[in-house]
């Protein structure tokens, strides 16, 4: 297998992994969206805190893609 065969592979299954991991992730997302019904009582606090990590999140996200952060995202738990 020549080099730009390799890297041909290694863009098809970056490409092929990216849009299925984004199709889970955007739909997790929407999930939590739901907790916005009136079946559920939120304080803004936590708006903010759910905010805050989904913001992080991405950002980390980001800079891994762009080889300027090697750090992991950590669970999350609300604050009381």
Do not use: P, W
């Not at 299925?20 to 969206?33: F, P, T, V």
């Not at 805050?52 to 009381?80: M, Q």
């Amino acid at each position: 297998m020549t080099n730009t065969e390799k890297m041909n592979t290694k863009q098809e299954n970056f490409k092929r992994l990216c849009e299925k991991r984004m199709d889970n992730a955007l739909a997790k997302i929407s999930l939590i969206g739901n907790l916005a019904g009136s079946q559920y009582e939120k304080s803004e606090e936590q708006i903010e805190q759910v905010n805050e990590a989904l913001s992080n999140a991405v950002v980390a996200v980001v800079e891994r893609l762009e080889g300027t952060s090697k750090d992991k995202s950590h669970g999350f738990i609300l604050k009381d």
